[in-house]
């Protein structure tokens, strides 16, 4: 009799837990609103695909993400992205630490001109106590932090002439991304830096409107910057701009534990494979997106560790300046796990 109760007992638990579930899912959005800010061909939003592609496996269709390029959830304007997740607007992101740093200040750290020289400094700061830091940040802002990706290191391009020193870059007239440490660095090195949204760029450049432009080499070539006059290029790694995956807080809690755990599982994994995708080709091993852009008629200016140092000198004021807004405790930490890498 006893056996039998207990059995009785475990079949309505196991019921309750399952109507339970059932009663949650029920809850669920039909669909979760993913921005990006390029298409899904760039490394960027294969790794969008990537994320939205696993926990929709995983969750068994649960959780359906769509994917929305172009910022097209606030009109092309990348820099009110991060407003709009924390606003419920957007459900999910993987977003720019740049187009984030004007609401979250912390991440202009990744932008401080000539901070990581090469891919093991990125790597230190985002998967060390840097990138902890910042997402504890993010978290007491609306946000869930997940995972880290990558678009890469900013490369330079324009129509006028090869860049080799500060003095090559005076008087051109420079498209950059939304945020006032790039109008800094690029009005210390005697350019005219205009701010515009990516959707605007490329037209700008296409007419001649803008002289250059700054961007991963993945974005230059994805975007075929070199049929719009853009056919001289400097490698300089100036600075990188990390991604990061995120969902809305009200949304991530409206989630059972089982599916926030496969969410976060799948976002890892997503941003691994991106960063992989990120890298194939612009590496000393592997140049072989270098020599397709190259194959276009590019001149592609490869800077040495000593006229990269002219360009550092020229911007250190820039450093200095915004490593105190971002703080100097973290900008400190960031310089220290660097040189350990």
Same mark, same amino acid.
């Given at each position: 009799?006893?056996?039998?109760?207990?059995?009785?007992?475990?079949?309505?638990?196991?019921?309750?837990?399952?109507?339970?579930?059932?009663?949650?899912?029920?809850?669920?959005?039909?669909?979760?609103?993913?921005?990006?800010?390029?298409?899904?061909?760039?490394?960027?939003?294969?790794?969008?695909?990537?994320?939205?592609?696993?926990?929709?496996?995983?969750?068994?269709?649960?959780?359906?993400?769509?994917?929305?390029?172009?910022?097209?959830?606030?009109?092309?304007?990348?820099?009110?992205?991060?407003?709009?997740?924390?606003?419920?607007?957007?459900?999910?992101?993987?977003?720019?630490?740049?187009?984030?740093?004007?609401?979250?200040?912390?991440?202009? *750290?990744?932008?401080? @001109?000539?901070? $990581?020289?090469?891919?093991? &400094?990125?790597? =230190? #700061?985002?998967? !060390?106590? %840097?990138?902890?830091?910042?997402?504890?940040?993010?978290?007491?802002?609306?946000?869930?932090?997940?995972?880290?990706?990558?678009?890469?290191?900013?490369?330079?391009?324009?129509?006028?002439?090869?860049?080799?020193?500060?003095?090559?870059?005076?008087?051109?007239?420079?498209?950059?991304?939304?945020?006032?440490?790039?109008?800094?660095?690029?009005?210390? *090195?005697?350019?005219? @830096?205009?701010? $515009?949204?990516?959707?605007? &760029?490329?037209? =700008? #450049?296409?007419? !001649?409107? %803008?002289?250059?432009?700054?961007?991963?080499?993945?974005?230059?070539?994805?975007?075929?910057?070199?049929?719009?006059?853009?056919?001289?290029?400097?490698?300089?790694?100036?600075?990188?701009?990390?991604?990061?995956?995120?969902?809305?807080?009200?949304?991530?809690?409206?989630?059972?534990?089982?599916?926030?755990?496969?969410?976060?599982?799948?976002?890892?994994?997503?941003?691994?494979?991106?960063?992989?995708?990120?890298?194939?080709?612009?590496? =000393?091993?592997?140049?072989?997106?270098?020599?397709?852009?190259?194959?276009?008629?590019?001149?592609?200016?490869?800077?040495?560790?000593?006229?990269?140092?002219?360009?550092?000198?020229?911007?250190?004021?820039?450093?200095?300046?915004?490593?105190?807004?971002?703080?100097?405790?973290?900008?400190?930490?960031?310089?220290?796990?660097?040189?350990?890498?």
């Amino acid at each position: 009799m006893k056996l039998r109760n207990l059995l009785g007992a475990a079949a309505f638990a196991a019921a309750t837990l399952s109507a339970t579930g059932v009663a949650q899912a029920a809850d669920y959005k039909s669909e979760y609103k993913l921005s990006i800010v390029v298409g899904t061909t760039f490394p960027w939003g294969q790794g969008a695909v990537i994320w939205s592609d696993l926990v929709r496996e995983r969750t068994d269709g649960r959780i359906n993400i769509k994917i929305y390029p172009g910022t097209s959830l606030v009109q092309g304007d990348q820099t009110r992205e991060f407003t709009a997740i924390r606003q419920g607007v957007i459900d999910m992101a993987i977003g720019s630490t740049i187009n984030w740093s004007p609401q979250v200040k912390e991440l202009n *750290l990744f932008s401080l @001109p000539f901070l $990581m020289p090469d891919y093991p &400094a990125i790597d =230190a #700061l985002t998967q !060390g106590p %840097v990138g902890e830091k910042l997402f504890d940040t993010l978290s007491q802002k609306g946000v869930v932090p997940l995972a880290w990706g990558e678009n890469g290191y900013r490369q330079l391009s324009n129509s006028k002439r090869a860049v080799k020193a500060p003095e090559d870059i005076k008087g051109m007239k420079l498209r950059v991304v939304g945020s006032p440490l790039y109008i800094d660095t690029f009005t210390a *090195l005697g350019a005219n @830096p205009t701010q $515009m949204s990516w959707a605007d &760029a490329q037209p =700008a #450049l296409a007419s !001649g409107a %803008v002289d250059g432009q700054e961007n991963p080499l993945s974005i230059y070539a994805g975007a075929k910057l070199y049929d719009v006059a853009q056919k001289y290029l400097t490698l300089w790694n100036y600075v990188a701009d990390p991604l990061i995956f995120v969902v809305n807080k009200e949304v991530w809690n409206s989630w059972t534990p089982e599916d926030q755990k496969i969410v976060r599982e799948a976002a890892l994994e997503a941003g691994k494979r991106e960063i992989v995708i990120a890298r194939q080709g612009v590496t =000393a091993t592997d140049d072989s997106l270098l020599k397709e852009i190259e194959g276009h008629g590019v001149t592609v200016t490869v800077l040495s560790p000593e006229q990269i140092d002219a360009f550092a000198k020229v911007t250190q004021p820039v450093f200095d300046k915004w490593a105190k807004q971002i703080g100097a405790d973290l900008v400190k930490q960031a310089q220290a796990d660097i040189a350990k890498r």
